[in-house]
């Protein structure tokens, strides 16, 4: 759907769907993409792009898991009898840190998303919000994403949903879900993108000093981050030493004499510690590395050369590089320097 060349008539409708105890951030984040969207297309001497309304079981203040409440100005009865009118309408549910407890509290709201779903052009939940379109019924048989500290919740209770624990945000026909907080951000962006087109959601990025898009597939995670989450003293030093000596060869013989473990028992020890193989830690490594040449080198005038930064990481080749990213993120490290890079970027 390409509504970019449409003359915008009417200003897409976006109904933030809150109930007591949602995240803060996660409603706001998205809702800051919006309004700015909307200062950018009248700067461009168009009409504004978005309507948002907050919208809960009643009208009035709602508290969030911050100091923060929104007020919403319409119901969940009134959306429901509005649906189906024409006009573009996308609706986001919100998550929240305790989704077990409101969910238990909130059979209507699961209810109602299951009745409206059908009528609305997107059905959007963020983070654990995609537990009321799982409890809905909504994500059997699709592919969705969580916040990583519930997607093995929702994949053991909700066995017919392919849940990918990874992915920053899934879209799955008119059915988006996308991971914790800020991930909510870069699914807004890609909102405007579609609407509105490339260049519209890169002046929203910038505004809000945010990547235009993490690739759909990029980890949740940083490889240092997950490196952090290693009990093990020795496993977690080689860790360390990979991410400080990329440049150089890592054949197992050396990361297992790191540890002082023969390659067999190291391999198992790793994979027991890491849930991944040292290999796939060490390709891990070298894409993040290279990542972070490629967004800092981004400016023409400190342009590394492709061949430079797969060297810089121990690639042997700028084709190996190439096959890393394109197997990894689906684009070329080309692209994605293009992507990433442009003015005022660190």
């Known amino acids: 759907m390409d509504h970019h060349h449409h003359p915008a008539s009417q200003p897409h409708r ?4 809150v109930y007591p105890g949602f995240k803060a951030l996660e409603a706001v984040g998205p809702m800051s993409v919006f309004d700015y969207a909307n200062v950018h297309l009248r700067q ?4 504004d792009g978005y309507a948002v309304r907050v919208v809960a079981a009643q009208a009035g203040a709602v508290q969030s898991d911050t ?5 919403a100005t319409h119901t969940l009865t009134e959306l429901e009898q509005q649906e189906g009118g024409g006009t573009g309408c996308t609706v986001v549910l919100v998550g ?25 052009d997107r059905m959007i939940a963020l983070c654990s919000g995609s ?4 409890a809905a019924g909504l994500l059997d048989g699709r592919r969705a994403a969580t916040h990583w500290s519930v997607a093995a919740l929702l994949r053991q209770r909700y066995p017919a949903i392919d849940v990918d624990p990874d992915a920053i945000y899934v879209r799955d026909g008119p059915l988006w879900t996308s991971a914790g907080v800020t991930a909510g951000i870069d699914l807004a962006l890609a909102l405007v993108e579609e609407d509105f087109g490339h260049a519209l959601a890169l002046e929203v990025a910038r505004d809000l000093v945010m990547y235009l898009k993490r690739p759909g597939g990029q980890s949740q995670f940083s490889v240092q981050l997950a490196s952090q989450g290693t009990a093990h003293r020795d496993i977690q030093a080689v860790q ?20 002082a473990m023969s390659e067999r028992h190291f391999r198992r020890v790793f994979v027991q510690e890491t849930g991944q193989t040292p290999s796939a830690f060490v390709d891990a490594a070298r894409l993040e590395g290279a990542r972070r040449l490629l967004e800092s080198t981004a400016q023409p005038q400190a342009s590394l050369p492709l061949k430079t930064v797969a060297a810089r990481v121990g690639m042997g080749s700028e084709q190996a590089l190439r096959q890393l ?4 993120l689906g684009i070329t490290p080309q692209a994605y320097r293009e992507r990433f890079g442009g003015p005022g970027r660190r």
């Open 325 to 328: 990213f394109v197997r990894h």
């Open 131 to 134: 537990f009321f379109l799982a």
């Open 44 to 47: 461009h001497g168009r009409p």
């Open 14 to 17: 976006i109904d933030l769907v």
């Open 96 to 120: 929240s840190r305790n989704i077990e407890q409101v969910l238990a509290a909130s059979p209507d709201l699961v209810a109602w998303a299951a009745r409206v779903a059908p009528r609305v």
């Open 67 to 71: 100091l923060m409440a929104l007020t």
């Open 240 to 259: 360390t030493w990979v991410l400080d000596h990329l440049a150089e060869p890592m054949p197992l013989a050396v990361l297992a004499a790191r540890a």
